[in-house]
Protein backbone atom coordinates (compact mmCIF):
# COMPACT_ATOMS: atom_id res chain seq x y z
CA UNK A 1 0.00 0.00 0.00
CA UNK A 2 1.11 3.18 -1.05
CA UNK A 3 1.63 6.93 0.77
CA UNK A 4 -1.12 8.49 -1.14
CA UNK A 5 0.20 12.20 -1.27
CA UNK A 6 -3.07 14.24 -0.69
CA UNK A 7 -2.98 17.37 -2.75
CA UNK A 8 -5.42 19.03 -0.52
CA UNK A 9 -3.04 18.89 2.32
CA UNK A 10 -0.26 20.50 0.47
CA UNK A 11 -3.45 23.56 -0.80
CA UNK A 12 -4.19 23.83 2.85
CA UNK A 13 -0.78 24.23 4.07
CA UNK A 14 -0.02 26.65 1.35
CA UNK A 15 -3.53 28.72 1.72
CA UNK A 16 -1.86 29.30 5.58
CA UNK A 17 0.50 31.06 4.29
CA UNK A 18 -1.36 32.98 1.53
CA UNK A 19 -3.42 34.57 3.22
CA UNK A 20 -1.15 35.76 6.39
CA UNK A 21 0.88 37.33 3.29
CA UNK A 22 -3.07 38.33 2.43
CA UNK A 23 -3.30 40.11 5.83
CA UNK A 24 -0.28 41.89 5.66
CA UNK A 25 -0.70 43.57 2.28
CA UNK A 26 -4.67 44.52 3.46
CA UNK A 27 -2.97 46.11 6.56
CA UNK A 28 -1.15 48.49 3.95
CA UNK A 29 -4.22 48.93 2.05
CA UNK A 30 -3.75 46.33 -0.81
CA UNK A 31 -6.14 44.12 -2.11
CA UNK A 32 -4.29 41.16 -4.01
CA UNK A 33 -6.42 40.74 -7.29
CA UNK A 34 -6.68 38.38 -10.27
CA UNK A 35 -8.31 39.57 -13.91
CA UNK A 36 -9.26 36.79 -15.90
CA UNK A 37 -9.66 37.71 -19.84
CA UNK A 38 -12.21 35.29 -21.37
CA UNK A 39 -13.39 35.62 -25.01
CA UNK A 40 -16.45 33.81 -26.27
CA UNK A 41 -18.48 31.26 -23.93
CA UNK A 42 -16.84 27.97 -23.36
CA UNK A 43 -18.36 25.89 -20.75
CA UNK A 44 -15.25 24.55 -19.74
CA UNK A 45 -14.22 28.51 -19.20
CA UNK A 46 -17.12 29.41 -17.44
CA UNK A 47 -16.42 26.34 -14.66
CA UNK A 48 -12.74 27.52 -14.34
CA UNK A 49 -13.43 31.01 -13.98
CA UNK A 50 -16.49 29.83 -10.99
CA UNK A 51 -13.80 27.85 -9.59
CA UNK A 52 -11.55 30.01 -9.32
CA UNK A 53 -13.03 32.94 -7.70
CA UNK A 54 -14.42 30.73 -5.15
CA UNK A 55 -10.89 29.96 -4.16
CA UNK A 56 -9.42 33.20 -4.35
CA UNK A 57 -11.99 35.45 -3.01
CA UNK A 58 -12.02 32.31 0.26
CA UNK A 59 -8.22 33.39 0.93
CA UNK A 60 -9.43 37.07 0.31
CA UNK A 61 -7.94 37.68 -2.95
CA UNK A 62 -9.88 39.54 -5.54
CA UNK A 63 -10.84 37.57 -8.63
CA UNK A 64 -12.26 39.81 -11.83
CA UNK A 65 -13.80 38.65 -15.04
CA UNK A 66 -12.96 40.78 -18.08
CA UNK A 67 -15.79 38.85 -20.40
CA UNK A 68 -15.17 39.34 -24.43
CA UNK A 69 -17.59 38.57 -27.16
CA UNK A 70 -16.12 35.66 -29.26
CA UNK A 71 -16.37 38.26 -31.99
CA UNK A 72 -13.58 40.93 -30.64
CA UNK A 73 -10.53 41.14 -32.89
CA UNK A 74 -6.88 40.92 -31.81
CA UNK A 75 -6.67 44.89 -31.99
CA UNK A 76 -9.60 45.39 -29.55
CA UNK A 77 -8.42 42.28 -27.13
CA UNK A 78 -4.67 43.62 -26.94
CA UNK A 79 -5.98 47.29 -25.90
CA UNK A 80 -8.34 45.41 -23.22
CA UNK A 81 -5.14 43.60 -22.32
CA UNK A 82 -2.87 46.98 -21.91
CA UNK A 83 -5.38 48.32 -19.81
CA UNK A 84 -5.56 45.84 -17.60
CA UNK A 85 -1.58 46.28 -17.50
CA UNK A 86 -1.96 49.58 -16.18
CA UNK A 87 -5.05 49.14 -14.13
CA UNK A 88 -2.97 49.33 -10.37
CA UNK A 89 -6.27 47.11 -9.40
CA UNK A 90 -4.92 44.21 -10.82
CA UNK A 91 -1.93 42.54 -9.56
CA UNK A 92 -2.31 39.36 -12.22
CA UNK A 93 -3.38 38.49 -15.36
CA UNK A 94 -4.29 35.49 -17.09
CA UNK A 95 -6.40 34.55 -20.25
CA UNK A 96 -8.57 31.56 -20.85
CA UNK A 97 -7.00 29.23 -23.76
CA UNK A 98 -8.19 28.43 -26.47
CA UNK A 99 -9.15 32.08 -27.57
CA UNK A 100 -10.97 32.42 -30.98
CA UNK A 101 -9.25 31.42 -34.75
CA UNK A 102 -9.23 35.26 -35.25
CA UNK A 103 -6.92 36.19 -31.97
CA UNK A 104 -3.02 35.08 -32.70
CA UNK A 105 -2.39 33.51 -29.15
CA UNK A 106 1.42 34.54 -29.70
CA UNK A 107 0.08 38.23 -30.21
CA UNK A 108 -1.31 37.99 -26.42
CA UNK A 109 1.49 36.59 -25.00
CA UNK A 110 3.77 39.43 -26.10
CA UNK A 111 1.05 42.11 -24.35
CA UNK A 112 0.58 40.63 -20.96
CA UNK A 113 2.54 42.14 -18.67
CA UNK A 114 6.06 40.33 -17.14
CA UNK A 115 5.35 41.60 -13.83
CA UNK A 116 0.98 41.09 -14.35
CA UNK A 117 2.01 37.44 -16.00
CA UNK A 118 0.98 34.69 -13.08
CA UNK A 119 0.54 32.19 -15.39
CA UNK A 120 4.22 32.23 -17.25
CA UNK A 121 3.08 32.86 -20.30
CA UNK A 122 5.23 36.18 -21.35
CA UNK A 123 8.69 35.08 -22.65
CA UNK A 124 10.65 37.46 -20.22
CA UNK A 125 9.28 34.24 -17.29
CA UNK A 126 9.47 31.67 -19.16
CA UNK A 127 13.29 32.46 -20.23
CA UNK A 128 13.83 33.01 -16.43
CA UNK A 129 12.28 29.61 -16.17
CA UNK A 130 14.45 28.07 -18.52
CA UNK A 131 17.83 29.97 -17.22
CA UNK A 132 16.95 28.87 -13.72
CA UNK A 133 16.59 32.25 -12.85
CA UNK A 134 14.55 33.60 -10.07
CA UNK A 135 12.18 36.25 -9.74
CA UNK A 136 9.43 35.93 -12.34
CA UNK A 137 6.45 33.58 -12.31
CA UNK A 138 6.47 29.55 -13.04
CA UNK A 139 3.46 28.08 -14.41
CA UNK A 140 1.54 26.87 -11.86
CA UNK A 141 0.72 23.33 -12.31
CA UNK A 142 4.67 22.81 -12.77
CA UNK A 143 4.97 24.36 -9.20
CA UNK A 144 2.52 22.46 -7.93
CA UNK A 145 4.52 19.35 -9.00
CA UNK A 146 7.75 20.68 -6.90
CA UNK A 147 5.36 22.11 -4.22
CA UNK A 148 3.90 18.68 -3.46
CA UNK A 149 6.96 17.01 -3.25
CA UNK A 150 8.55 19.70 -1.03
CA UNK A 151 5.41 19.67 1.36
CA UNK A 152 5.85 15.62 1.99
CA UNK A 153 9.53 16.43 2.27
CA UNK A 154 10.77 14.62 -0.83
CA UNK A 155 14.11 15.69 -1.74
CA UNK A 156 14.61 15.24 -5.44
CA UNK A 157 18.84 16.18 -5.35
CA UNK A 158 20.76 13.45 -7.43
CA UNK A 159 17.20 11.37 -7.48
CA UNK A 160 16.05 9.90 -11.22
CA UNK A 161 13.37 11.43 -12.11
CA UNK A 162 11.40 11.00 -15.31
CA UNK A 163 9.16 13.08 -16.88
CA UNK A 164 6.16 11.89 -19.03
CA UNK A 165 4.80 14.93 -21.67
CA UNK A 166 6.79 17.52 -22.54
CA UNK A 167 3.85 20.30 -22.86
CA UNK A 168 5.00 23.95 -22.49
CA UNK A 169 2.43 24.10 -19.51
CA UNK A 170 3.89 21.00 -17.50
CA UNK A 171 6.12 18.59 -19.06
CA UNK A 172 9.20 21.07 -19.96
CA UNK A 173 8.67 23.85 -16.97
CA UNK A 174 8.73 20.77 -14.79
CA UNK A 175 12.18 19.51 -15.87
CA UNK A 176 13.78 22.92 -15.81
CA UNK A 177 12.50 23.23 -11.88
CA UNK A 178 13.58 19.92 -10.90
CA UNK A 179 16.57 20.11 -12.90
CA UNK A 180 16.90 23.48 -10.93
CA UNK A 181 16.75 21.07 -7.69
CA UNK A 182 19.20 19.23 -8.85
CA UNK A 183 17.41 16.10 -9.92
CA UNK A 184 18.78 13.63 -12.95
CA UNK A 185 15.80 14.52 -15.10
CA UNK A 186 14.71 12.58 -18.12
CA UNK A 187 11.79 13.41 -20.48
CA UNK A 188 9.77 11.26 -22.40
CA UNK A 189 7.34 11.89 -24.89
CA UNK A 190 5.02 10.00 -27.52
CA UNK A 191 8.29 9.07 -29.50
CA UNK A 192 9.61 7.64 -26.25
CA UNK A 193 10.40 3.93 -26.99
CA UNK A 194 10.08 1.37 -23.80
CA UNK A 195 8.54 4.49 -21.71
CA UNK A 196 7.99 1.53 -19.23
CA UNK A 197 11.01 -0.27 -18.83
CA UNK A 198 12.49 3.84 -18.19
CA UNK A 199 9.95 5.31 -15.82
CA UNK A 200 10.29 1.99 -14.37
CA UNK A 201 13.87 2.78 -13.44
CA UNK A 202 13.00 6.50 -11.96
CA UNK A 203 13.01 7.49 -8.47
CA UNK A 204 10.48 9.85 -8.74
CA UNK A 205 7.79 9.68 -12.24
CA UNK A 206 6.17 12.75 -13.13
CA UNK A 207 2.70 11.80 -15.39
CA UNK A 208 2.16 15.17 -17.61
CA UNK A 209 1.06 13.49 -21.14
CA UNK A 210 -2.92 13.83 -20.90
CA UNK A 211 -3.09 10.00 -21.72
CA UNK A 212 -5.50 8.02 -19.75
CA UNK A 213 -3.69 5.25 -18.08
CA UNK A 214 -0.46 5.34 -19.88
CA UNK A 215 1.36 4.26 -17.08
CA UNK A 216 0.49 1.03 -15.61
CA UNK A 217 1.91 -1.90 -13.34
CA UNK A 218 5.06 -2.38 -15.20
CA UNK A 219 5.98 1.22 -15.73
CA UNK A 220 6.82 1.64 -11.37
CA UNK A 221 9.17 0.07 -9.28
CA UNK A 222 8.58 -0.83 -4.96
CA UNK A 223 10.21 2.36 -4.66
CA UNK A 224 8.87 4.92 -6.89
CA UNK A 225 7.09 7.97 -5.93
CA UNK A 226 4.64 8.55 -8.66
CA UNK A 227 3.09 12.27 -9.58
CA UNK A 228 0.02 12.07 -11.52
CA UNK A 229 -0.65 15.23 -13.24
CA UNK A 230 -2.88 14.22 -16.27
CA UNK A 231 -6.46 15.21 -16.37
CA UNK A 232 -8.34 13.11 -18.83
CA UNK A 233 -12.17 12.37 -18.61
CA UNK A 234 -12.63 8.99 -19.54
CA UNK A 235 -16.59 7.82 -19.83
CA UNK A 236 -17.86 11.25 -17.64
CA UNK A 237 -14.89 10.03 -14.65
CA UNK A 238 -11.79 12.27 -14.05
CA UNK A 239 -8.73 10.23 -14.38
CA UNK A 240 -5.35 10.18 -14.45
CA UNK A 241 -2.22 8.97 -17.11
CA UNK A 242 -1.48 6.20 -14.70
CA UNK A 243 -3.77 3.18 -13.94
CA UNK A 244 -4.37 3.99 -9.88
CA UNK A 245 -5.78 0.91 -8.96
CA UNK A 246 -3.68 -1.25 -10.64
CA UNK A 247 -0.37 0.76 -9.76
CA UNK A 248 -0.88 1.84 -5.77
CA UNK A 249 -0.77 -0.98 -4.35
CA UNK A 250 2.69 -1.77 -5.84
CA UNK A 251 4.50 1.70 -5.08
CA UNK A 252 6.01 3.59 -2.42
CA UNK A 253 4.18 7.00 -2.56
CA UNK A 254 1.25 8.17 -5.17
CA UNK A 255 -0.92 11.07 -6.34
CA UNK A 256 -4.80 10.16 -7.05
CA UNK A 257 -6.29 11.85 -9.21
CA UNK A 258 -8.22 13.70 -8.30
CA UNK A 259 -7.55 15.36 -5.57
CA UNK A 260 -3.48 15.24 -6.41
CA UNK A 261 -1.51 17.75 -8.03
CA UNK A 262 -4.66 19.65 -9.64
CA UNK A 263 -5.51 20.28 -6.11
CA UNK A 264 -2.26 22.24 -5.58
CA UNK A 265 -2.54 24.29 -8.90
CA UNK A 266 -4.75 26.92 -7.32
CA UNK A 267 -2.84 27.65 -4.67
CA UNK A 268 0.40 27.78 -6.49
CA UNK A 269 -1.64 31.09 -8.70
CA UNK A 270 -2.59 32.50 -5.54
CA UNK A 271 1.25 32.37 -4.61
CA UNK A 272 1.68 34.20 -7.72
CA UNK A 273 -0.80 36.88 -7.37
CA UNK A 274 0.38 37.38 -4.24
CA UNK A 275 3.65 37.53 -5.26
CA UNK A 276 2.96 39.94 -7.48
CA UNK A 277 1.01 42.43 -5.55
CA UNK A 278 4.16 42.39 -3.09
CA UNK A 279 6.51 43.05 -5.62
CA UNK A 280 4.15 45.78 -7.66
CA UNK A 281 4.05 47.60 -4.10
CA UNK A 282 8.02 47.04 -3.79
CA UNK A 283 7.37 44.78 -0.82
CA UNK A 284 10.02 42.38 -2.12
CA UNK B 1 37.93 0.92 -33.55
CA UNK B 2 34.98 3.67 -33.68
CA UNK B 3 34.12 5.59 -36.16
CA UNK B 4 35.44 9.36 -35.81
CA UNK B 5 32.98 11.95 -36.30
CA UNK B 6 35.09 14.53 -37.52
CA UNK B 7 34.19 18.60 -37.03
CA UNK B 8 36.54 19.26 -40.37
CA UNK B 9 34.12 17.29 -42.51
CA UNK B 10 30.58 18.42 -41.42
CA UNK B 11 32.14 22.59 -41.41
CA UNK B 12 33.24 21.97 -44.61
CA UNK B 13 29.95 20.50 -46.18
CA UNK B 14 28.37 23.44 -44.18
CA UNK B 15 30.46 26.03 -45.72
CA UNK B 16 29.83 25.26 -48.96
CA UNK B 17 26.05 25.59 -48.74
CA UNK B 18 27.08 29.08 -46.55
CA UNK B 19 29.16 30.41 -49.54
CA UNK B 20 26.26 29.85 -51.93
CA UNK B 21 24.41 31.59 -50.12
CA UNK B 22 26.91 34.35 -49.70
CA UNK B 23 27.20 34.18 -53.28
CA UNK B 24 23.06 35.03 -53.64
CA UNK B 25 22.94 37.83 -51.20
CA UNK B 26 25.64 39.32 -52.70
CA UNK B 27 24.30 39.65 -56.14
CA UNK B 28 22.00 41.48 -54.43
CA UNK B 29 24.34 43.74 -53.31
CA UNK B 30 23.86 42.61 -49.44
CA UNK B 31 27.07 41.78 -48.19
CA UNK B 32 26.54 39.57 -44.69
CA UNK B 33 28.53 41.20 -41.83
CA UNK B 34 28.82 40.15 -38.17
CA UNK B 35 30.10 42.52 -35.81
CA UNK B 36 31.79 41.63 -32.53
CA UNK B 37 31.63 43.48 -29.23
CA UNK B 38 34.97 43.29 -27.13
CA UNK B 39 35.52 44.98 -24.10
CA UNK B 40 38.97 45.30 -22.62
CA UNK B 41 42.00 43.21 -24.35
CA UNK B 42 41.87 39.39 -23.00
CA UNK B 43 44.01 37.26 -24.67
CA UNK B 44 41.53 34.66 -25.26
CA UNK B 45 38.82 37.27 -26.89
CA UNK B 46 41.57 38.52 -29.38
CA UNK B 47 42.13 34.73 -30.47
CA UNK B 48 38.63 33.83 -30.99
CA UNK B 49 38.57 37.27 -33.12
CA UNK B 50 41.61 36.31 -35.14
CA UNK B 51 39.99 32.83 -35.74
CA UNK B 52 36.26 33.64 -36.29
CA UNK B 53 37.19 36.51 -38.57
CA UNK B 54 39.68 34.45 -40.40
CA UNK B 55 37.02 31.94 -41.05
CA UNK B 56 34.04 34.03 -41.82
CA UNK B 57 35.96 36.12 -44.42
CA UNK B 58 37.03 33.22 -45.66
CA UNK B 59 33.41 32.19 -46.65
CA UNK B 60 32.72 35.66 -47.80
CA UNK B 61 31.35 37.24 -44.57
CA UNK B 62 32.61 40.24 -43.07
CA UNK B 63 33.78 40.28 -39.41
CA UNK B 64 33.74 43.97 -37.84
CA UNK B 65 35.18 44.28 -34.29
CA UNK B 66 34.20 46.78 -32.23
CA UNK B 67 36.50 47.13 -30.04
CA UNK B 68 36.04 49.48 -26.46
CA UNK B 69 38.16 50.17 -23.67
CA UNK B 70 38.25 48.57 -20.38
CA UNK B 71 37.14 51.34 -18.86
CA UNK B 72 33.86 52.10 -20.78
CA UNK B 73 30.42 52.09 -18.82
CA UNK B 74 27.91 50.15 -19.14
CA UNK B 75 25.14 52.94 -20.65
CA UNK B 76 27.70 53.75 -23.00
CA UNK B 77 28.09 49.90 -24.11
CA UNK B 78 24.50 49.94 -24.30
CA UNK B 79 24.43 52.88 -26.96
CA UNK B 80 27.24 51.27 -28.89
CA UNK B 81 25.08 48.38 -28.96
CA UNK B 82 22.31 49.92 -29.97
CA UNK B 83 24.11 51.85 -32.83
CA UNK B 84 25.18 48.51 -33.81
CA UNK B 85 21.58 47.39 -33.62
CA UNK B 86 20.33 49.88 -36.32
CA UNK B 87 23.27 49.91 -38.68
CA UNK B 88 22.53 48.09 -41.55
CA UNK B 89 25.40 47.21 -42.47
CA UNK B 90 26.07 44.27 -39.76
CA UNK B 91 23.30 41.59 -39.50
CA UNK B 92 24.62 39.97 -36.52
CA UNK B 93 26.12 40.68 -33.09
CA UNK B 94 28.21 38.51 -30.59
CA UNK B 95 29.85 40.08 -27.35
CA UNK B 96 32.63 38.59 -25.97
CA UNK B 97 32.38 37.05 -22.39
CA UNK B 98 33.06 37.93 -20.01
CA UNK B 99 32.46 41.78 -19.71
CA UNK B 100 34.17 43.94 -16.76
CA UNK B 101 32.17 43.49 -13.68
CA UNK B 102 31.07 47.71 -13.90
CA UNK B 103 28.90 45.98 -16.76
CA UNK B 104 25.93 44.04 -16.17
CA UNK B 105 25.26 41.02 -18.45
CA UNK B 106 21.61 40.61 -18.45
CA UNK B 107 21.89 44.60 -19.58
CA UNK B 108 23.45 43.32 -22.68
CA UNK B 109 21.01 40.77 -23.17
CA UNK B 110 18.34 43.14 -23.14
CA UNK B 111 19.90 45.33 -25.98
CA UNK B 112 20.71 43.39 -28.30
CA UNK B 113 18.24 43.31 -31.13
CA UNK B 114 16.66 39.76 -31.43
CA UNK B 115 17.20 39.77 -35.17
CA UNK B 116 20.74 40.13 -34.94
CA UNK B 117 21.30 37.47 -32.13
CA UNK B 118 23.10 35.24 -33.79
CA UNK B 119 24.59 33.96 -30.55
CA UNK B 120 21.16 33.47 -28.50
CA UNK B 121 21.45 34.94 -25.81
CA UNK B 122 18.27 37.30 -26.11
CA UNK B 123 14.98 36.23 -24.00
CA UNK B 124 13.32 36.09 -27.42
CA UNK B 125 15.39 33.58 -28.91
CA UNK B 126 16.16 31.48 -25.64
CA UNK B 127 12.32 31.51 -25.27
CA UNK B 128 11.60 30.34 -29.29
CA UNK B 129 14.36 27.21 -28.15
CA UNK B 130 12.47 26.18 -24.73
CA UNK B 131 9.27 26.49 -27.04
CA UNK B 132 10.70 24.73 -29.64
CA UNK B 133 9.40 26.78 -31.90
CA UNK B 134 11.55 27.77 -35.32
CA UNK B 135 12.30 31.67 -36.65
CA UNK B 136 14.93 32.63 -33.63
CA UNK B 137 18.84 31.23 -33.92
CA UNK B 138 20.00 28.66 -31.68
CA UNK B 139 23.66 28.39 -29.81
CA UNK B 140 26.05 27.44 -31.98
CA UNK B 141 27.59 24.90 -30.08
CA UNK B 142 24.36 23.03 -29.08
CA UNK B 143 23.25 23.50 -33.00
CA UNK B 144 26.45 22.09 -33.64
CA UNK B 145 25.59 19.24 -31.55
CA UNK B 146 22.75 18.16 -33.66
CA UNK B 147 24.40 19.35 -37.03
CA UNK B 148 27.07 16.90 -36.29
CA UNK B 149 24.80 14.23 -36.18
CA UNK B 150 22.90 14.88 -39.07
CA UNK B 151 25.97 15.15 -41.27
CA UNK B 152 26.99 11.76 -40.25
CA UNK B 153 22.97 9.99 -41.08
CA UNK B 154 22.62 9.43 -37.32
CA UNK B 155 19.23 9.66 -36.46
CA UNK B 156 17.82 10.69 -32.85
CA UNK B 157 14.24 10.39 -32.78
CA UNK B 158 12.93 7.63 -30.11
CA UNK B 159 17.21 7.15 -29.01
CA UNK B 160 18.48 7.64 -25.34
CA UNK B 161 20.38 10.53 -25.51
CA UNK B 162 22.12 11.72 -22.04
CA UNK B 163 23.27 15.39 -22.14
CA UNK B 164 25.89 15.60 -19.45
CA UNK B 165 26.05 19.42 -18.42
CA UNK B 166 23.29 21.87 -18.00
CA UNK B 167 24.75 25.54 -19.30
CA UNK B 168 22.73 27.82 -21.02
CA UNK B 169 25.20 27.73 -23.95
CA UNK B 170 25.47 23.94 -24.51
CA UNK B 171 23.99 21.37 -22.25
CA UNK B 172 20.31 22.59 -21.58
CA UNK B 173 19.89 24.60 -25.78
CA UNK B 174 21.40 21.15 -26.37
CA UNK B 175 18.63 19.10 -24.47
CA UNK B 176 15.95 21.29 -25.98
CA UNK B 177 16.90 20.47 -29.31
CA UNK B 178 17.05 16.73 -29.37
CA UNK B 179 13.90 16.50 -27.44
CA UNK B 180 12.63 18.87 -30.06
CA UNK B 181 13.97 16.21 -32.79
CA UNK B 182 11.90 13.47 -30.65
CA UNK B 183 14.54 12.10 -28.41
CA UNK B 184 14.28 11.04 -24.85
CA UNK B 185 16.61 13.67 -23.56
CA UNK B 186 18.44 12.82 -19.90
CA UNK B 187 20.21 15.75 -18.46
CA UNK B 188 22.96 15.01 -16.28
CA UNK B 189 24.83 17.50 -14.22
CA UNK B 190 27.41 17.65 -11.34
CA UNK B 191 25.08 16.59 -8.60
CA UNK B 192 23.80 13.29 -11.24
CA UNK B 193 24.07 9.65 -9.03
CA UNK B 194 25.87 6.89 -10.89
CA UNK B 195 26.72 9.25 -13.88
CA UNK B 196 28.48 6.37 -15.91
CA UNK B 197 25.85 3.83 -15.63
CA UNK B 198 23.48 6.48 -16.70
CA UNK B 199 25.72 7.37 -20.01
CA UNK B 200 26.63 3.86 -20.54
CA UNK B 201 22.89 3.15 -20.74
CA UNK B 202 22.49 5.52 -23.62
CA UNK B 203 22.38 5.74 -27.35
CA UNK B 204 23.86 9.16 -27.88
CA UNK B 205 25.87 10.75 -25.12
CA UNK B 206 26.84 14.34 -25.49
CA UNK B 207 29.38 15.31 -22.73
CA UNK B 208 29.33 18.97 -22.08
CA UNK B 209 30.39 19.47 -18.69
CA UNK B 210 33.67 21.18 -19.47
CA UNK B 211 35.44 18.45 -16.72
CA UNK B 212 38.44 17.00 -18.44
CA UNK B 213 38.30 12.94 -19.06
CA UNK B 214 34.79 12.79 -16.82
CA UNK B 215 33.61 10.28 -19.03
CA UNK B 216 35.91 6.87 -19.06
CA UNK B 217 35.96 3.12 -19.89
CA UNK B 218 32.65 3.02 -17.53
CA UNK B 219 30.43 5.30 -19.21
CA UNK B 220 30.07 3.79 -22.41
CA UNK B 221 28.44 1.07 -23.98
CA UNK B 222 29.52 -0.64 -27.88
CA UNK B 223 27.21 0.97 -29.25
CA UNK B 224 27.76 4.27 -27.99
CA UNK B 225 27.63 7.33 -30.37
CA UNK B 226 29.61 10.15 -28.45
CA UNK B 227 29.94 13.81 -28.89
CA UNK B 228 32.65 15.57 -26.79
CA UNK B 229 31.68 19.17 -26.34
CA UNK B 230 34.24 19.56 -23.82
CA UNK B 231 37.33 22.20 -24.14
CA UNK B 232 39.44 22.15 -21.79
CA UNK B 233 43.01 22.55 -21.07
CA UNK B 234 45.21 20.35 -19.46
CA UNK B 235 48.79 20.84 -19.22
CA UNK B 236 48.89 23.46 -21.58
CA UNK B 237 46.71 20.62 -24.30
CA UNK B 238 43.34 20.70 -25.41
CA UNK B 239 41.17 17.87 -24.16
CA UNK B 240 37.41 16.76 -24.08
CA UNK B 241 35.34 16.04 -21.73
CA UNK B 242 36.02 12.09 -22.72
CA UNK B 243 38.85 10.31 -22.12
CA UNK B 244 39.14 9.63 -25.22
CA UNK B 245 41.89 7.19 -25.60
CA UNK B 246 40.16 4.73 -23.53
CA UNK B 247 36.67 5.16 -25.01
CA UNK B 248 36.96 5.43 -28.66
CA UNK B 249 38.49 1.63 -29.00
CA UNK B 250 35.21 0.86 -27.03
CA UNK B 251 32.57 2.79 -28.57
CA UNK B 252 30.60 2.46 -31.80
CA UNK B 253 31.37 6.70 -33.14
CA UNK B 254 33.15 9.57 -31.15
CA UNK B 255 34.05 12.93 -31.96
CA UNK B 256 37.54 13.85 -31.02
CA UNK B 257 38.92 16.91 -29.32
CA UNK B 258 39.91 18.99 -30.92
CA UNK B 259 38.76 18.26 -34.34
CA UNK B 260 35.34 17.40 -33.02
CA UNK B 261 32.03 19.25 -32.58
CA UNK B 262 33.99 22.43 -31.71
CA UNK B 263 34.89 22.55 -35.52
CA UNK B 264 31.44 22.97 -36.15
CA UNK B 265 30.41 26.10 -33.86
CA UNK B 266 32.05 28.69 -36.48
CA UNK B 267 29.89 27.29 -39.52
CA UNK B 268 26.90 27.25 -37.27
CA UNK B 269 27.43 31.19 -36.20
CA UNK B 270 28.24 31.62 -40.25
CA UNK B 271 25.13 30.16 -41.46
CA UNK B 272 22.94 32.15 -38.49
CA UNK B 273 24.97 35.32 -39.65
CA UNK B 274 23.62 34.67 -43.24
CA UNK B 275 20.83 33.43 -41.97
CA UNK B 276 19.93 36.67 -40.21
CA UNK B 277 21.48 38.39 -43.55
CA UNK B 278 18.43 36.70 -45.37
CA UNK B 279 15.56 37.54 -42.93
CA UNK B 280 16.47 41.23 -42.77
CA UNK B 281 16.35 41.71 -46.72
CA UNK B 282 13.04 40.23 -46.44
CA UNK B 283 14.42 36.93 -48.28
CA UNK B 284 12.88 34.47 -45.80
Chains 1, 2 share one sequence.
Not at 37 to 65: E, F
Not at 117 to 145: H, M, Q, R, W
Not at 177 to 196: E, F, M, P, W, Y
Request: proline share 4%; with cysteine; hydrophobic share 40%.
Amino acid sequence: MATILKGGEVARAKKSGIMKRVDALKERGICPALCIVMVGDRKDSHAYVKGATKALTGCGIDCHLAHFPEGINQNQLLEEINAINKNPEYNGIIVMRPVPDTIRWGAIEEAISPEKDVDCITIKNLSKLFKGEGGGFYPCTAKAVVDTLDHYGIKVEGKKVVVVGRSLVVGKPAAMLLLQRNATVTICHSKTLDLGRITSEADIIVAAAGVPHLLGANSVNRESIVLDVGINVVDGKLTGDVDFDRVEPLVSMITPVPGGVGSVTTSVLMENIVTAAQRLAGEI
